[in-house]
């Protein structure tokens, strides 16, 4: 397995609210988004990044088929916790995308609106669903996949870590195959780059993934880089 990792303060924000995990001995990543406009969404992913790979620690994977909704649900208590009990983080929360690649399965668990792609034989599909208020309305047939892109609502979360002390988890996990890459990422590059914009640029140099960072950073601050941006590129060889 090949990584790389990209991230970026963007052309508009006043620190970097990301987090990221790139644990490859355990094949454990993660990319958490503290929730911008919110005391403390730095704190938030930072708390969440760590809470998850100290529970993937304790609790290695095993007969489980969803080994990181554990893990999710303690990052979740832990920011939970930290929030209420300091009053300038109350309204702290953060997202959390997680993939765990484990006997040639991958296995993601997810709350918020930072996304996971696969490519694989030249086709991108994304493995997540944001919880926006926006995506919400796409599946009430209220607008369009096309017009929630630049609808206010695409930044309105629906669910959060930490804002709660429980949350709803979404969970996959498919097989993988040789050659197969992942990509995880925040918002401030999902929002900005399709999913054909994406494989696009992956494809132009596909096994040179420090080059296919940087270029999909490049080209979300040049459409205008309004947030941080953060992405971890894997490649199963």
Not at 77 to 85: G, H, I, K, L
Not at 147 to 165: C, D, F, Q, W
């Amino acid at each position: 397995m090949r990584v790389s990792v990209a991230t970026n303060i963007g052309r508009v924000r006043q620190k970097n609210e990301d987090s990221y995990l790139v644990d490859t001995a355990r094949g454990l990543f993660a990319v958490c988004d503290g929730m911008g406009g919110h005391s403390g969404g730095d704190v938030a992913s930072r708390t969440a990044v760590r809470s998850i790979h100290a529970w993937v620690k304790d609790n290695p994977p095993g007969n489980s088929i969803t080994p990181l909704e554990g893990a999710l649900q303690h990052a979740n208590r832990m920011v939970w916790e930290e929030s209420q009990a300091n009053a300038d983080l109350h309204d702290m929360g953060t997202t959390a995308t997680v993939a765990l690649i484990w006997e040639n399965r991958l296995f993601v668990g997810h709350v918020g609106d930072s996304a996971l792609f696969l490519i694989r034989n030249g086709q991108i599909e994304k493995l997540t669903r944001d919880h926006t208020l926006a995506e919400q309305m796409v599946s009430q047939g209220l607008i369009t996949a096309e017009e929630s892109r630049s609808s206010a609502y695409n930044h309105i979360l629906t669910r959060a870590i930490g804002i709660a002390p429980r949350v709803e988890i979404d969970s996959c996990q498919v097989p993988l195959a040789y050659g197969d890459a992942i990509l995880m990422c925040s918002d401030g590059l999902s929002d900005l780059l399709t999913p054909e914009d994406i494989l696009e640029i992956y494809q132009q140099n596909p096994h040179h993934l420090d080059e296919i960072a940087e270029e999909l950073v490049q080209t979300a601050l040049a459409r205008g880089g309004y947030d941080n941006i953060t992405l971890i590129l894997l490649l199963t060889d």
